[in-house]
């Protein structure tokens, strides 16, 4: 019993006395802020950030190699949440992913039958694409596949967004080869849905919806936001106030007004 | 079953091939599914594993035939073992950190994971266990070690390309595929049953 | 009678070749087209600019688009008439593209500029290389490289060997056989004048030894040069020689070719000239010989037009701009169900979305498959059986470069050598599964292409 | 240093009640655990000789054997160790061996060897021990082998290794042991 | 609710062994009877409940640059005590154990749940934590013991008493007591857990 | 919007060599027979009833699993026949309908479609489960019936050992004075025909060499493999004779029993589970030929091809990863 206790104890002590001496004598700093950070973060380890993994993006956090803004899957909150374990203020907007494209496969004409990988940058490798429109969405789907929220389906050869799922991470937008599909401000509503900058004569040949460059709606809007360039509509998100004038002037009815479908109306809400 | 009759070929071959500490003994098992994504990192946890149970059998060989033994307090074994174990390996890992810098990123970030590794814990109490004289419990030791290292590189190399597939049913994905895989390959190694009579 | 192993490289397939429909028709020279749209681009390197308007009327051979920048050549008018319009059309390359549309005046008169220069022997190798420039001369193996480019290495890379590539690996293509067999003369002459601009004496010549009669006709043609320009004039004599060709695709590409007639190797991510070879098509040299004796810039080729959707295969010479409807007809029309159109040959060339492309200063066949033959999409996963890799003729591992491509891992793509692919299909041709394996690495070099470019 | 002094003894504290606690539970529990190891000895040797009331222990040969005597102090039977190979190692068997020189019982029990389970672990069952019973000589090995035990399907390895163990046990007893332990009817007073 | 949610987060939700994937070196190894992944359970719930009463008791006066060796004294003690009580009660038990006993020292789910919760929060917390962890390693343990057994010896039994005996018509399946079974058991446990928990 | 027939683009090559999964599969399994056909011919009906059961049940395992993983159903690509048929020549002609279809299920569920299906596996199906069987029930998997005439009744036909069986036995009597020489083994002429106890399909040598040499001249399978396995089994095991014939078979025995010569042809060139690189392959035939060897020299099992191969399966993945091709270009990179 006597030796137990002597040899145990004498242990403990060399230990107990060994290991603070060395963790004074080795001691590497490292950041409790760092942790805080990780904390903070979705944890979904997307990427969208450009590091690798949530810890990655909380290293560069902390060695100032990002900003508190960095996480577009976060949003809003988690900026905030970083800004205050920084202490710096973020100033962040909402953004979510729109599609620039109305020409699905109803609305128009193929040039060739594709025959190769089911992946729309890929597709493009080959005559720039099977539609005969040579800006429209190629409509394989790459943007749903990449989508790490799960934001993304396809209906009638086009993505359609879960605006409620979407945080705005812009991987889609990365990954398509015609930029038909775009991260911008959730509440820029009113969104000329084309990416033509064909001649009206040219577009009306391949597509049905696509916008033919009339002007219409720039004469119908009240606030100046639309102006024609290249024969494409264009909207100042800064200018319009989404009151949808110009939706039911255009004739193709390419101009879309967000908030009067589903998703964008509840989040609104909230 | 190793012992001390046994020449220290036929004691490596036991400990590497034949009772393979993961795929037959099912030790360091947590390591071995956590730290095996990759072939590098993989050696790194191979290269720790090998020098901190080399480390630990030698200092618990010693305290048990020294101190333990002749005070008759062999039911301190486990308490005292595992404390030396992990004050060790918590120095070794400090040190490293601060002085041997390009070796503890090769292999010293390994360290704390080996703390909790039962193998290191059970190396030293099977040596003891078997009655394995000094020089038996290090070649003993390292050749479990090697074991584990052989048992994970061959198991970071099919993870790897396990990582390549897209096809592995759902519920599947992931560990149970990892569990599958190291059942499959302790159904080979079972080949190596009774190796030279062993 | 196989005791010396012949000249070849490792890996490599053999395709039927299908040039039994063609290789015994003489070259025919169709007739001056009604109208021609010649693209500005027809090379590798920066588009021409125009220096036309709609409405000018130009002469045959009369520069029409200026070259920008040095990797670059200038467009000649390939018919005598009247400027049309200046607008996109189709492009073999998929999309349409800027071209200068001329309608014919029916005269096909050669433009002043064109001059003859007797006297091209005594020409020095820079005034050579301008000439060639001048004449708007690309490869017409396929890459469509500026050749002058290709004449002019840095001064730290000496150069000792010529070599002319004769090898016309591609299934169905016949146009430089029958080029090397009706006008050897030509070749053997430009190939001459290369090598003088280059300050060489050893040219090689290689063949695939399914095309004896060719080798023949180059060996003879060879042995006594008509007027060869070096012999002359006291310098170095040159020595040709023709080498016979193991027949194994793809024979013709650069480094196969440099490894099987001179046994060296292009270092990875390396040119021929690092290993002191300059590689020149046949029918390249052929347009030289065309340009430096007779001042003729290029504006006229050989297209093999063959597969079994024509009627009547052929080997046609024919001015740039032309319209492929035109080589159709003269191929004696389609058999009715088409399914793909390409140009170039079956292992490398492209797919074309329409029967109205412009012959360009590369084209060297188009083929007609009909439906039947026509690949469908129907890939799996792969099966490791490792076909891909035994015929690689770079030696990757095409298997894996699939892969990564397929999980967009460009990165380790990359490491694994992807830039080093040649595209030559030897591996998409040989697998099982059917794996769409060149244009997966297509689409992974784009990715890293990309990613370079935005790093510069 | 006065923080690391105070770790140390923290940690030695905690260190003196576990030492302290870990003391007291061996000293209630080994008194247990020797009592049930001493018991259960006794009970395998009580199950090779049912009869016997008391065992001396002897040293013949280098090996031990164990004498069972009974309620008189007569000895009826002698059990010793075997320890033959057998597929997967070595087989720790005991063997009773009567007066008469017949066998009286084969113990192995599952912790005595390490032959696969389902297979050669077979030959713990009675089924295969009890064929041991009251043979000796020739009988003891396999029916293949001339005997007339009947070996285990499918683990004749193991089976042989047994019954060439107890044969060997038994030639060994009766050249090594007859004569030098005094069963065959004498008795002998314990001192 | 929050007790409650303590207790069966380590049942279901975070089952040590085929979730948290934590001491699994025991779960594969003494499991190739029912009887011994039973055995082996009790054996880790009296370790893990104690440790996890004592380190929360004591917490405050825990120095935190030491706390690690000390939770490893207390836990190796009661692993010790649990030990020498099996060797004293039930000598079988105690031979198939074998080294994996004092192994439970380096058991990840009783260290982890010392330093994760027990060094946290208030002491019913973590005996029910404890318990909660300890039931979901027990559940594991005999559902894939049992399995093993059943298909690997064609019998069942718990504390000696034997449940099933599929007899001698049943030619077990011996891989599934050797070490292969346990691997592909266990990962067919974890599949059907996450399909389970997916519905 | 227009009815115009379109053109298909895709990218080069625009040609195939006309090869497919399906057509090698079916290679394969015409190779087999003749092996097969043996195995039936030896040990009568009951080989036959196992062979069908083996396929049928692959086959049916493989349609369920990929209806119930909601995937294609690809039965008709060959690769579970031939599962199935390798399974069965791996069987004793006398299995129990039981052992077969677990033989099948372990093969197809648990070796190929938990990793994915055709091309995902890391392990050789049909050896995984017959490994499996092997540990599960040895006695079912060791009790071989001596081969008889055409249609005899199998059930009561006599249990033969193998000729391994009988050395190892000899060897594991841990006699003093063993010589194996003396021991009764079939001729020379006998192996090559297969008349002798084994399972079906590994007996018959010659017929499986016949199907081998098939594959070799369709080019299914290289050299390789099949070469390198059998030189370093021949090797090995020489070596060892010379050393002591006594205790070691001569290297020709070694390659004639067992299931050597079908595995070194037919199951040793899996593609899905042998390395890509003609390097690759011989590291790993030498690999599969050694370890065999090393098996049933100094292992507890009397054969050692089926662990041989699974073994080196597990190497595979670090093979391909450290032998890749020689380049182009790289060996002259910085010379
Ligand atoms: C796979 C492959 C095959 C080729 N086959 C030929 C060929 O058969 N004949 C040929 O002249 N060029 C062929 N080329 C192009 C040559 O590599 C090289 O670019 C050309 O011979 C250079 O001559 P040029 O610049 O005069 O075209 C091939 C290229 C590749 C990548
Ligand atoms: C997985 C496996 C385990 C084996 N275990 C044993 C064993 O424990 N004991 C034994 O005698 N033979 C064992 N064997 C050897 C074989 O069963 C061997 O064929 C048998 O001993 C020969 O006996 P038989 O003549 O009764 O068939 C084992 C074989 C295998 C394949
Ligand atoms: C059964 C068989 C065995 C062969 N053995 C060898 C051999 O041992 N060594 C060898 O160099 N070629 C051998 N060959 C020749 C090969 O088929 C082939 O010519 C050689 O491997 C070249 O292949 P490579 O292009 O992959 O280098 C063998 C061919 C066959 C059919
Ligand atoms: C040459 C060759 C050998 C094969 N050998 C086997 C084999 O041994 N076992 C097996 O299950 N499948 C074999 N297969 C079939 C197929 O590859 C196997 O089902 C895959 O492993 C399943 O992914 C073979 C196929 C080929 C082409
Ligand atoms: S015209 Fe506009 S809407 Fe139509 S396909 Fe093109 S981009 Fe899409
Ligand atoms: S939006 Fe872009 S990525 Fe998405 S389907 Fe269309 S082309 Fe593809
Ligand atoms: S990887 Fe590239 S170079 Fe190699 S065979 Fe394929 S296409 Fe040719
Ligand atoms: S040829 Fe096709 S199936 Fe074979 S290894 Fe290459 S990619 Fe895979
Ligand atoms: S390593 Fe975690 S329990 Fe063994």
């Not at chain 3, 008169?109 to 001369?137: C, F, H, M, R, T």
């Not at chain 3, 050893?202 to 060996?219: F, H, Q, S, Y």
């Amino acid at each position: 019993m006597l030796f137990a206790i002597i040899s145990l104890g004498g242990l403990g002590f060399v230990l107990g006395a060994g290991l603070s001496i060395a963790s004074k004598k080795f001691a590497v700093e490292i950041d409790p802020r760092e942790e805080a950070v990780l904390k903070a973060l979705p944890g979904a380890n997307c990427g969208a950030c450009g590091f690798p993994g949530c810890g990655g993006f909380a290293a560069a956090i902390v060695r100032g190699d990002a900003p508190v803004t960095g996480c577009t899957a976060g949003g809003v909150n988690t900026a905030k949440a970083l800004g205050a374990i920084m202490g710096v203020e973020a100033e962040v907007v909402k953004k979510v992913a729109r599609v620039y494209c109305k020409g699905g496969d109803k609305e128009t004409t193929k040039k060739f039958l594709y025959a190769g990988i089911p992946n729309c940058r890929a597709a493009t490798l080959i005559a720039g694409g099977d539609k005969t429109c040579p800006f429209g969405c190629v409509g394989l789907g790459t943007c749903a596949v990449v989508c790490p929220f799960d934001a993304i389906r396809m209906e009638n050869g086009l993505p359609v967004v879960d605006e409620e799922k979407c945080p705005g991470c812009g991987k889609c937008e990365k990954a398509c080869p015609k930029y038909t599909i775009r991260v911008v401000p959730a509440d820029s509503k009113v969104v000329v849905t084309c990416n033509s900058t064909d001649k009206g004569a040219a577009v009306k040949k391949y597509c049905s919806t696509g916008c033919i460059g009339c002007g219409i709606c720039v004469k119908a809007c009240p606030k100046q936001a639309i102006t024609m360039e290249n024969s494409l509509a264009f909207i100042n998100f800064e200018k319009c106030d989404n009151c949808g004038l110009c939706v039911a002037k255009c004739p193709t009815k390419n101009i879309i007004n967000y908030l009067e479908t589903g998703p964008s109306h509840r989040e609104e809400a909230a | 079953m190793v012992s001390n009759e046994l020449t220290w070929y036929m004691i490596l071959m036991s400990s590497i091939l034949i009772n393979n500490i993961v795929l037959i003994r099912f030790l360091a098992l947590c390591s071995f599914f956590g730290v095996s994504n990759e072939i590098e990192t993989s050696i790194g946890m191979g290269m720790a594993v090998i020098f901190v149970m080399t480390l630990a059998s030698a200092s618990t060989w010693i305290l048990w035939y020294a101190l333990l033994l002749p005070l008759h307090l062999e039911y301190l074994r486990t308490a005292v073992f595992i404390l030396v174990i992990a004050g060790l390996v918590q120095f070794v890992e400090m040190y490293m950190k601060k002085a041997l810098k390009s070796l503890y990123n090769a292999m010293g970030i390994y360290l704390p994971l080996i703390t909790t590794n039962c193998a290191v814990l059970a190396i030293a109490l099977l040596n003891i266990d078997y009655g394995l004289g000094f020089v038996n419990s290090i070649i003993y030791t390292v050749g479990v070690a090697l074991g584990y290292t052989l048992a994970i590189i061959l198991f970071a190399g099919i993870k790897e390309r396990l990582a390549l597939s897209t096809a592995i049913p759902t519920p599947f994905r992931g560990h149970p595929i990892a569990f599958i895989t190291a059942s499959l390959m302790s159904l080979a190694f079972l080949g190596f049953s009774h190796l030279f009579g062993l | 009678m196989h005791l010396l192993k012949r000249k070849g490289f490792k890996g490599g397939v053999h395709p039927p070749d299908g040039k039994e429909l063609s290789n015994a028709k003489a070259v025919v020279t169709l007739p001056v087209p009604e109208k021609v749209k010649i693209p500005l681009s027809q090379h590798i390197g920066a588009p021409a600019e125009p220096l036309v308007k709609v409405g000018d009327t130009v002469k045959k051979g009369q520069k029409i688009g200026e070259a920008q920048g040095y990797i670059s050549v200038p467009i000649h008018a390939s018919i005598s008439g009247k400027v049309t319009a200046l607008a996109s059309f189709p492009h073999p390359a998929g999309k349409s593209l800027p071209s200068i549309q001329i309608e014919s005046d029916g005269l096909d008169e050669w433009s002043g500029d064109v001059k003859e220069n007797p006297n091209y022997k005594n020409l020095l190798p820079d005034e050579i290389k301008s000439i060639i420039q001048g004449a708007g001369i690309v490869g017409m193996g396929g890459a469509a490289f500026p050749t002058h480019v290709k004449l002019s290495p840095p001064a730290n890379k000496k150069i000792d060997t010529l070599i002319i590539n004769g090898a016309e690996c591609e299934p169905y293509i016949t146009a430089d056989h029958r080029l090397m067999l009706e006008e050897p003369d030509r070749v053997i002459e430009g190939a001459s004048i290369i090598a003088r601009a280059l300050s060489v004496s050893n040219i090689l010549i290689g063949i695939e030894d399914n095309k004896p009669d060719a080798i023949r006709a180059m060996t003879d043609a060879a042995k006594n040069p008509p007027n060869s320009p070096l012999s002359k004039g006291g310098e170095v004599g040159i020595s040709i020689k023709v080498v016979s060709l193991k027949v194994m695709y793809p024979q013709g590409g650069e480094k196969q070719l440099i490894k099987a007639v001179s046994g060296r190797e292009v270092p990875s991510g390396g040119l021929p000239m690092d290993i002191g070879s300059v590689v020149h098509n046949v029918a390249t040299a052929a347009a030289v010989y065309d340009a430096v004796r007779f001042g003729r810039p290029l504006i006229e080729r050989i297209v093999t037009i063959s597969g079994s959707g024509v009627n009547n295969p052929g080997n046609f010479k024919v001015r740039s701009g032309t319209s492929s409807l035109k080589l159709i007809e003269a191929a004696g029309g389609l058999k009715s169900d088409i399914g793909k159109v390409i140009s170039g040959g079956p292992m490398m060339g492209t797919a074309q979305h329409t029967l109205d492309i412009p012959v360009t200063k590369g084209m060297s066949g188009l083929l007609f498959l009909p439906q039947n033959q026509v690949e469908s999409f129907a890939s799996q996963a792969c099966i490791r059986c490792g076909r891909c890799v035994a015929v690689c003729p770079m030696g990757l591992l095409p298997n894996m470069l699939g892969i990564y491509a397929e999980l967009d891992r460009f990165d380790q793509a990359e490491k694994a050598n992807l830039m080093d692919c040649i595209e030559c299909g030897s591996c998409a041709y040989v697998c099982p599964s059917k794996r769409p394996l060149v244009h997966l690495i297509r689409y992974a070099k784009a990715d890293v292409m990309a990613r370079r470019k935005k790093a510069a | 240093m006065g923080d690391t002094l105070k770790l140390g003894f923290v940690l030695t504290i905690i260190c003196v009640i576990a030492a302290g606690s870990l003391a007291k539970v061996y000293d209630v529990t080994s008194v247990i655990i020797k009592k049930n190891e001493k018991e259960l000895d006794e009970k395998k040797r009580k199950e090779i000789i049912p009869q016997a009331v008391a065992f001396e222990e002897k040293k013949v040969d280098g090996k031990t054997i164990f004498i069972g005597k009974d309620a008189q102090g007569k000895a009826i039977g002698s059990i010793f160790k075997i320890a033959p190979r057998g597929y997967a190692g070595p087989i720790n068997a005991m063997i009773g061996i009567d007066e008469g020189g017949k066998v009286m019982a084969v113990s192995i029990t599952k912790l005595d060897q390490a032959e696969t389970p389902g297979l050669g672990t077979k030959v713990t069952g009675p089924k295969f021990r009890d064929q041991f019973k009251g043979k000796d000589g020739n009988a003891l090995i396999l029916k293949k082998d001339g005997g007339s035990i009947d070996a285990i399907t499918a683990a004749t390895i193991s089976s042989r290794a047994v019954a060439n163990g107890v044969h060997e046990g038994m030639e060994w007893y009766k050249k090594a042991v007859e004569g030098t332990v005094p069963i065959y009817g004498r008795s002998e007073a314990e001192p | 609710m929050s007790l409650w949610k303590d207790f069966t987060t380590g049942i279901i939700k975070e089952n040590p062994v085929i979730v948290l994937m934590i001491g699994l070196c025991p779960a594969l190894a003494v499991s190739s009877s029912a009887n011994d992944a039973f055995g082996m359970s009790i054996a880790v719930i009296a370790v893990l409940l104690a440790s996890n009463v004592i380190v929360s008791l004591i917490r405050h006066h825990v120095p935190d640059s030491i706390r690690i060796p000390i939770f490893i004294v207390i836990i190796s003690t009661f692993v010790t005590a649990v030990d020498y009580i099996i060797h004293a009660f039930d000598m079988e038990l105690y031979a198939s154990l074998g080294v994996f006993i004092p192994l439970i020292v380096v058991n990840c789910i009783i260290l982890g749940r010392a330093e994760a919760f027990a060094y946290k929060n208030n002491v019913l917390s973590s005996a029910l934590d404890g318990l909660g962890m300890a039931f979901g390693f027990m559940l594991t343990m005999v559902i894939l013991g049992g399995i093993r057994e059943i298909i690997g010896n064609g019998t069942f039994t718990i504390l000696n008493y034997q449940f099933i005996n599929l007899g001698q018509g049943y030619n077990p399946a011996l891989v599934f007591i050797m070490p292969p079974g346990a691997f592909l058991t266990i990962a067919f446990m974890m599949a059907a857990h996450r399909k389970w928990l997916k519905k | 919007m227009s009815d115009e027939k379109l053109l298909t683009l895709s990218s080069s090559p625009h040609i195939r060599d006309g090869s497919s999964v399906t057509s090698v599969m079916h290679t394969v399994v015409l190779a087999l027979s003749p092996g097969a056909a043996t195995g039936v011919y030896l040990f009568g009906l009951p080989a036959l009833a196992t062979i069908i059961l083996a396929i049928a049940s692959s086959v049916a395992l493989e349609a369920w699993m990929q209806w119930v993983m909601g995937r294609k159903i690809t039965i008709f690509d060959g690769s579970a026949i031939l599962t199935g048929l390798l399974l069965a020549m791996n069987l004793p002609s006398s299995s129990p309908w039981w052992i077969t279809v677990t033989g099948s299920a372990v093969a197809i569920i648990v070796g190929k479609h938990l990793y994915g299906g055709l091309g995902q596996n890391i392990f050789n199906p049909a050896l995984v489960a017959r490994v499996f069987l092997l540990i599960s029930w040895p006695v079912q998997m060791t009790s071989f019936p001596a081969p008889s005439a055409l249609l005899a009744k199998g059930v009561d036909a006599v249990s033969t050992a193998t000729p391994l069986t009988n050395i190892k036995m000899e060897l594991m009597s841990h006699k003093a004075n063993i010589d194996i020489t003396q021991l009764p083994q079939p001729s020379t002429f006998d192996l090559l025909l297969g008349v002798h106890g084994g399972s079906l399909g590994e007996v018959p040598i010659m017929a499986l060499l016949i199907g081998g040499f098939y594959l070799l001249y369709k080019r299914i399978i290289t050299w390789h493999i099949p070469i390198s396995f059998i030189g370093a089994a021949l090797a090995f095991s020489a070596i060892m004779w010379f050393v002591d014939p006594a205790k070691y078979a001569n290297p020709v025995f070694h390659i004639m029993t067992g299931g050597l010569v079908l595995g070194a042809f037919f199951m040793a060139t899996d593609y899905v589970t042998s390395p890509v690189t003609n390097k690759g392959m011989l590291i790993f035939g030498a690999g599969c030929g050694f370890l065999t060897i090393v098996i049933r020299l100094f292992g507890g099992y009397p054969e050692g091809v089926s662990f041989a191969i699974l073994l080196m399966n597990l190497a595979t993945p670090l093979i391909d990863k450290l032998v890749t091709p020689s380049r182009f270009g790289e060996a002259k990179a910085n010379g």
